[in-house]
């Protein structure tokens, strides 16, 4: 049960399709218009222009010419060449680029790279990570022969390097030296969270944090209303020059139904992080409100419900979550596993038990995540198992079940415990570091906002 093979996340169109049909007053999201904006992009590339101007002080005696040349646009960009004739290109994998065409277009002319490039086990990850828009760049001679190539690797912060060393080609993985760069931007709601970030121009990975941050507030499956509106600053990082991911959000302010949520990174004196309010509040708290980053609710919790298994009427003491079978559960607060393993109709089952007299239940699961058995230790957010069918289930769905002294309560309505606060050292350095902090958040409100179409 460990380990799924077919578990996975919800694609990005499953998400969409999520977060744009969770509440009635949110329209649907209308089809996207990027297509057009491809062809025009495209068709621009086709052709550069050059422009001579006559210097301003004999602009009046001599006419200027406009001269438009129209240039390979497919060329390999030469970004350098050292003192000792090797040359510094760079190129982005194309839709349909093999190892070949990618390293003919880089002007890699050297059997003997060819071959190792495409036999040492070590290289054959590259022929299966021509991911589209990914910047490649190789040190050559004057002559075409390899001397270096830097190919980054999906998923990781490190780079794979091919390079030769007296005289005979290696291959070895690298760490990045990642540069950060912070970003602003804004946007405004219309059909989705995901909608509106994607217009902005803002990664997924930063439209998930923006939901985890304010998660514990704002219901984004309910709670989003036409016309709220966002603010975020946070860090792109690169690598020589090119954007390798995004990192964490520094700052951000969300408008949800004209009430306005701020959140601020701060690290503290042990080295630890966390978001807080203006006024020094924790915006973690003790309890995750829900199991699953997206889903929605499809049987709340209820004294009485007809069990369409069953066939009779019985009491439903939790809440169930539709998601896709392999879908990501995390265990809504730091604390050990009690149980894992199958209980009668839950199907497999995992009991969580917390601090005090709190403890959490996942049913219905596919199965566990590695490692997790009788005694691990969990911290809050921790992907711990995978949406399944499993026990008396019609389809696939979470059942959650949040207990206080072994009794079931219904996780939407109870009133979670808060998480521990700032300390008075800490709580003076964080409002010490506010106005640097208002700074940045001024920026990103200045940024025009963008309308999700």
Excluded at 35 to 53: E, K
Aim: glycine share 10%; no cysteine.
């Amino acid at each position: 049960m460990n380990n799924p093979e077919n578990s996975r996340e919800p694609s990005r169109r499953e998400r969409l399709w999520i977060l744009a049909h969770s509440h009635p007053g949110i329209e649907r999201v209308g089809r996207l218009r990027w297509p057009l904006a491809g062809i025009g992009a495209f068709s621009l590339l086709g052709m550069m222009a050059a422009f001579a101007t006559a210097p301003a002080d004999n602009a009046n005696n001599v006419a200027q010419q406009t001269i438009v040349e129209t240039l390979d646009a497919l060329a390999p960009q030469l970004v350098g060449v050292s003192a000792d004739n090797e040359y510094l290109r760079e190129e982005r994998v194309q839709r349909g680029d093999t190892l070949s065409s990618l390293l003919i277009r880089l002007g890699v002319n050297d059997a003997e790279a060819f071959n190792f490039i495409r036999n040492d086990p070590r290289t054959q990850q590259i022929a299966r990570q021509l991911r589209p828009g990914k910047a490649v760049s190789v040190r050559t001679g004057e002559g075409g022969d390899l001397h270096t190539l830097y190919f980054p690797l999906n998923g990781k912060d490190a780079s794979l390097v091919v390079e030769r060393r007296n005289g005979r080609l290696e291959a070895s993985e690298q760490a990045m030296t990642l540069e950060a760069r912070t970003v602003f931007k804004s946007g405004e709601i219309r059909y989705s969270l995901f909608g509106a970030t994607d217009t902005a121009g803002i990664p997924d990975a930063v439209a998930t944090q923006l939901a985890e941050v304010f998660g514990a507030d704002i219901d984004f499956l309910r709670d989003l209303r036409k016309g709220d509106r966002f603010s975020v600053v946070y860090e792109m990082l690169q690598h020589r020059g090119q954007f390798v991911r995004s990192g964490r959000i520094l700052a951000a302010e969300f408008v949800n139904n004209q009430k306005t949520f701020t959140a601020y990174w701060h690290t503290t004196s042990d080295g630890h992080g966390g978001y807080y309010s203006r006024n020094g509040e924790s915006l973690r708290k003790a309890f995750l409100r829900s199991p699953l980053e997206f889903s929605r609710v499809t049987s709340g919790f209820t004294s009485a419900r007809f069990h369409p298994v069953l066939q009779t009427w019985r009491a439903h003491k939790g809440v169930d979550y539709g998601a896709p079978i392999g879908t990501s559960v995390r265990t809504v607060a730091d604390g050990v596993v009690e149980f894992a393993g199958q209980q009668s109709g839950y199907g497999n089952l995992l009991v969580i038990r917390h601090s005090g007299a709190y403890s959490s239940a996942y049913g219905h699961l596919k199965g566990f995540a590695a490692g997790i058995r009788k005694g691990t230790s969990v911290q809050q957010g921790e992907t711990v198992a995978y949406v399944g069918q499993t026990g008396l289930a019609t389809g696939p769905h979470l059942h959650y079940e949040f207990r206080i002294n072994g009794q079931q309560v219904n996780p939407l309505a109870v009133n979670l415990p808060p998480a521990t606060p700032l300390d008075p050292k800490q709580l003076a350095s964080f409002r010490n570091s506010l106005p640097a902090q208002d700074e940045l958040m001024q920026l990103a409100r200045q940024v025009s906002v963008t309308t999700s179409e």
